[in-house]
């Protein structure tokens, strides 16, 4: 079975930091992504990525960056922090183009 | 970006009874998912369709791709309380740039025992 793991399933930060998400898969996927899930809007693209050191901005980039250094690894970073990203950010990886995507647990931001 | 047109946004239903949801959009796609999401955890992919007119099954859930790929139905027959959760579809195109899934914005289902 496609894993992709996030690294926390909680986090509590404070209004200006540095936050640092991240995400694994073990299935070799070329493509991941990033989501952040807020009620009543559905699911967002972030940013996404379709091979080692690419990045495509998605529908709500601002305020947010990545990383992917190794093929398995995708992290989201929020440069310095703010309520309004106060969400759920889900991490997804596919094979290819068609193929749908798997996604990780999730992780529950909370910035105070 | 683009969203996708799913209905109902929320049902109700007795045990037992059987369910059904569905997407439209105005362009097409290629490829129709059907996830479910469980409260705090992340969507759960179900189905996966590939062509137009398929129908497939997994379990009691049986999905199907539209004629003209603009459309989706899930199907859940014989609830159970376990059903219960967010029902997502999902509509990812073929080519170049079409990396990405166009999302609904869900079903909420909840089932009486």
Redesign the interface.
């Known amino acids: 079975d496609v894993k992709?793991t996030?690294s926390s399933r909680y986090l509590v930060k404070r209004t200006g930091e540095k936050v640092f998400l991240e995400c694994v898969q073990d299935m070799d996927h070329e493509?991941m992504?990033w989501y952040r899930q807020d009620p009543?809007?559905?699911?967002?693209?972030i940013y996404?990525s379709?091979d080692v050191k690419m990045k495509?901005k998605?529908?709500i980039p601002e305020g947010y960056s990545v990383s992917r250094e190794k093929k398995e690894r995708f992290s989201l970073i929020l440069e310095s922090a703010s309520t309004n990203q106060t969400s759920m950010y889900?991490c997804?990886s596919?094979v290819g183009?068609?193929?749908?995507?798997?996604?990780?647990?999730?992780t529950?931001l909370t910035v105070v | 970006g683009q969203q996708l047109n799913q209905s109902p946004q929320s049902m109700f239903i007795q045990e037992g009874e059987d369910v059904s949801m569905n997407c439209t959009s105005s362009s097409i796609f290629n490829t129709w998912l059907w996830y479910k999401q469980d409260p705090g955890e992340g969507p759960v992919l179900l189905i996966a369709l590939y062509k137009a007119g398929e129908l497939t099954s997994n379990g009691r859930l049986t999905a199907q791709f539209g004629i003209t790929r603009k459309d989706s139905f899930l199907n859940i027959s014989a609830s159970i309380p376990s059903d219960v959760g967010i029902y997502f579809c999902a509509g990812q195109r073929t080519g170049a740039g079409s990396y990405q899934l166009t999302f609904g914005k869900g079903t909420k289902l909840s089932v009486i025992p």
């Open positions: 992709v996030q493509n992504f009543g809007l559905g699911l967002r693209l996404f379709y495509e998605g529908d889900l997804a596919s183009q068609g193929f749908g995507a798997f996604f990780g647990q999730g529950r």
